[in-house]
């Protein structure tokens, strides 16, 4: 329920933080806010979110990114959701690239912000089927039901969306999908962004699984997972 639902935001400006307080508020979410990278990942491991909401810009030693990345390194499955000035695409790939699931550049609304959080969550807290699949695939293992992946037996950790995206290839095992296919099957039909989004998390996952991962590149339209 999201009124059990705890989502750290780290965001230096006070103006911006009580704003995003207050509208996450209004949907049932506990809100903790952290005007830093030290005690936004102080934050996480006390409170374990289901969301991060972080800013780039950061005072102190530790930015945005270093504060992903941390999250990450350590195994934290919460969403990333990155709030930034920076809107260059290389800051963006750079920061999906760590491991964030989803961006959103300054100025914004703290609806879409809103909203983007709740279409992450509720595709995390979707009932699965009666029978979860469970795919295999020479060492690969994935369970979709536990949200697990495996090679040769070694646990393999995935961010959120990185998981999401290769159940929905393994869905259309087959299938050549364009990024456009991609993005509307795993972020979600009203998703705003970058069709290279996909490129960067289909990277990670390759670099992640390796020659595990049967997946090709079918150029000009998008991706096929054999």
Not at 53 to 70: A, F, M, N, S
Not at 146 to 171: C, K, M, N, W, Y
Request: charged share 30%; hydrophobic share 40%.
């Amino acid at each position: 329920m999201p009124a059990e639902t705890a989502i750290v935001v780290v965001e230096d400006d006070p103006n911006i933080a009580d704003l995003l307080d207050l509208y996450l508020r209004r949907e049932g979410y506990r809100p903790y806010l952290c005007p830093d990278g030290e005690s936004g990942l102080k934050a996480v491991a006390d409170r374990d979110p289901r969301m991060v909401i972080l800013d780039v810009g950061l005072p102190g030693e530790l930015d945005g990114l270093d504060v992903c990345r941390r999250l990450r390194a350590g195994g934290s499955t919460a969403g990333i959701l990155f709030l930034t000035a920076r809107d260059s695409e290389i800051d963006r790939v750079l920061g999906l690239e760590l491991g964030a699931d989803d961006y959103v550049t300054k100025p914004f609304s703290p609806r879409e912000v809103v909203a983007r959080v709740k279409a992450f969550l509720r595709r995390l807290d979707a009932p699965a089927s009666t029978v979860a699949p469970r795919y295999e695939s020479g060492d690969l293992v994935v369970d979709t039901g536990r949200r697990e992946v495996t090679i040769s037996g070694t646990p393999v950790q995935l961010a959120a969306r990185e998981f999401d995206l290769l159940a929905h290839l393994l869905d259309n095992r087959g299938l050549a999908l364009s990024r456009r296919q991609l993005l509307d099957g795993v972020w979600g039909d009203n998703w705003i962004g970058d069709e290279r989004t996909v490129d960067v998390h289909v990277r990670q996952l390759r670099k992640k699984l390796g020659d595990s991962l049967p997946l090709t590149t079918v150029w000009g339209v998008g991706y096929r997972l054999d």
